[in-house]
């Protein structure tokens, strides 16, 4: 049937994060500085890696608003691991000026990740777009193994207020510009942070 909606948007998606890189943690870089015959500095330097290390699934929702100028939208995203996964952790034993390695391979299964982004959008004009977003992060569920212990991952929360508008220079030229700052959360890193971004299209081929 013929039915009207251009005021509202609903959308469902799903995928999947596929690991493309090696996952093991590659072997410490500790040094030690002699800075005089009694005394030196030990440096420790885990070189940790990003990534899952194990397929991960991810549903989202949205929903879109519209009413004149204004604009209301919000977004609801899970992460959740297909399997459990395996990893290596470094012991180093310090002896005289040197460190000697060894690595123990446990296992983890990573938390599920919720977020729930809403934010609300005035189009002042057809080149200036100001907007107020506001962003909550959750993880729960989860382990890891520890001297072949599973112990329960730590729930994670946070919840952020992010302030931006999107100024459209010409078609193709297009800056975002957002400010992030953390209002509440738990067991997690909140920085503040500010983005910038120069969106430039290209169509080669287009006439």
């Given at each position: ?9 609903l959308s469902i998606k799903g995928g999947l994060f596929l690991p493309s890189a090696k996952y093991k943690t ?182």
């Amino acid at each position: 049937m013929p039915v009207e909606y251009r005021w509202f948007d609903l959308s469902i998606k799903g995928g999947l994060f596929l690991p493309s890189a090696k996952y093991k943690t590659p072997l410490p870089t500790n040094k030690i500085e002699i800075a005089q015959l009694n005394s030196s500095t030990i440096n420790l330097h885990y070189n940790y890696v990003n990534g899952y290390g194990v397929p991960v699934y991810l549903i989202s929702s949205s929903a879109k608003l519209n009413y004149k100028k204004f604009t209301l939208e919000a977004e609801w995203t899970m992460h959740t691991p297909v399997k459990e996964g395996e990893n290596i952790r470094w012991e180093e034993t310090l002896t005289d000026d040197s460190f000697s390695y060894a690595d123990n391979t446990y296992t983890y299964l990573l938390s599920d990740t919720y977020t729930l982004n809403t934010s609300l959008h005035y189009q002042a004009t057809g080149w200036f777009n100001i907007y107020l977003n506001s962003s909550f992060l959750r993880t729960k569920n989860g382990w890891t193994e520890y001297w072949g212990n599973r112990f329960e991952n730590p729930e994670k929360r946070l919840v952020n207020l992010e302030p931006g508008f999107e100024l459209q220079i010409s078609p193709g030229l297009t800056v975002y510009q957002m400010s992030g700052f953390p209002i509440k959360g738990k067991n997690n890193d909140a920085p503040f942070y500010i983005f910038t971004t120069l969106s430039y299209k290209l169509f080669p081929f287009m006439r």
